[in-house]
């Protein structure tokens, strides 16, 4: 049975990543060690709560460069919401702080006449990404990247105006939504980045 | 879009689903992890779970149940009930929820709101209002304690205070409506509405999706609804295939 590794650097939301990553058949294990980061075959970066937080997470493990480097060499990596925007380079929710910068964008807060944080089910359109079918996914947000980013496939959700949804490159598939908390679409999307990445994982 | 949200909500005591009205005459009402299961097969946008055991020990078992469920669930639960520290919220999260409700605590002292958000983020902090029209003047006081507490507390104004210390979802419960069938305080909601931008959820007077529709165009995100879901009388689907016949957008 395949391993797969979260990066636990908070306590929010963990036991439901677990959880769904058990209903694919994988074992997860939770580790802020860099070295387990660097050297596992797969990755999930969740993430619930402030960019400022994360990124002071993340760099107090000495867990940024690993993820940096992961991200960058399109390795397995499957980022959840906070996750995703840790990817890029700021995020308005936190002025100041640097995230991993390698998604070439800045995290806007949602805004207009808009409900925030955006919390619910929101259709998703898949774009040109490996994700398989059009369907709704589970939001909990109040932020976002605003435009596709140059260089990575990317899926749309309309929240006022289209926002990013999920953008992909490589192994590496980066979510806004919440894929473990959007039901059996959700479970989908997870079983076929497994899959997708178990033929990148040496064996 | 975003849709609007159907929510089943399990009352948890000991490990077992009960119900009553408005906390009376408690009644065993089955398993949770199989009732959490079959409401995410019908339909289910999300599932409340909360805890109404009186005792330390019923609150053990209500993480044992959280995490029993969450094995199951793939769609986002809350657990409420008995939430008075930040270690309180972080074993139910650890167990599997996904957010905490909170309620009497937060109102006896606030900035637990503000500790939770700033510790666990303001996506998982929900809280949790229940409001009793006033006595003898107009608008809801805030009650606690299952209702045997009239705190005086205006409830639209510790909503907005709610919203400033962190609090990311309104679960708004009007106790003058809960258990009777006579639908959502409307007024309330849109009262509740108007004051704040957060999403809140409709909860208390529910008896078929005419109710929901009504909470809906009240300014309600999503609605809850515990008796007419237990007792059969509908399915999750059933009510969602009505509602969208009615125009409004629910996932299917």
């Known amino acids: ?203 | 879009m975003l849709t609007r949200r159907i929510i089943p909500c399990l009352d948890v005591r000991d490990g077992r689903v009960v119900k009553g009205v408005r906390f009376a005459g408690l009644r065993d009402a089955g398993d949770p992890v199989e009732q959490a299961e079959r409401y995410e097969r019908e339909g289910a946008d999300e599932i409340v779970i909360l805890d109404v055991s009186a005792t330390p020990e019923g609150r053990e078992t209500a993480a044992v149940t959280v995490e029993s469920v969450r094995s199951v669930l793939s769609i986002p639960l809350t657990v409420g009930g008995g939430v008075r520290s930040f270690a309180d919220a972080e074993r139910l999260l650890s167990a599997g929820a996904d957010k905490v409700g909170v309620n009497s605590a937060a109102v006896a002292r606030p900035e637990l709101l503000s500790e939770l958000a700033s510790r666990v983020g303001t996506q998982c902090v929900v809280i949790a209002i229940d409001a009793a029209r006033r006595n003898a003047a107009s608008g809801w006081e805030v009650v606690t304690h299952s209702g045997t507490t009239r705190t005086g507390v205006d409830a639209i104004e510790w909503a907005a205070q709610a919203e400033q210390r962190g609090a990311g979802e309104i679960l708004l419960t009007s106790w003058d409506r809960d258990g009777t069938g006579e639908g959502y305080d409307t007024d309330l909601l849109h009262t509740m509405s108007a004051a704040t931008r957060l999403p809140i959820v409709a909860s208390g007077g529910a008896s078929g999706p005419s109710h929901m529709l009504e909470a809906f165009e009240a300014g309600a995100h999503a609605v809850l609804a515990a008796s007419i879901f237990h007792d059969g009388v509908m399915t999750v689907g059933s009510v969602k295939a009505e509602l969208a016949r009615n125009g409004t957008e629910v996932r299917l």
């Not at chain 1, 493990?61 to 380079?89: K, M």
């Open chain 1, 1 to 203: 049975m395949s391993t797969v590794t979260i990066v636990s650097t908070g306590t929010a939301n963990i036991a439901s990543v677990a959880a769904a990553l058990r209903r694919c058949g994988c074992t997860p294990r939770t580790t802020t060690n860099p070295n387990e980061v660097s050297d596992a075959d797969r990755v999930v970066l969740p993430g619930v709560g402030s960019f400022a937080a994360g990124m002071e997470a993340l760099n107090s493990h000495g867990l940024t460069p690993v993820l940096r480097e992961r991200a960058e060499a399109g390795r397995p990596l499957l980022a959840i919401c906070l996750g995703l925007q840790l990817l890029c380079r700021s995020s308005e929710e936190s002025p100041g702080f640097s995230g991993l910068g390698v998604i070439d964008s800045d995290v806007r807060r949602l805004s207009g006449e808009l409900r925030v944080p955006q919390f619910g089910w929101n259709t998703v359109e898949r774009g040109d990404t490996s994700i398989r079918t059009d369907g709704y996914a589970y939001y909990a947000n109040s932020y976002c990247v605003a435009e596709p980013p140059h260089g990575w496939r990317c899926a749309t959700t309309p929240y006022g105006a289209s926002i990013v949804a999920a953008i992909e490159r490589g192994a590496v598939l980066a979510c806004q939504f919440h894929p473990e908390l959007s039901g059996a679409w959700g479970a989908e999307l997870i079983a076929g980045w497994l899959s997708r990445t178990e033929s990148s994982v040496a064996c």
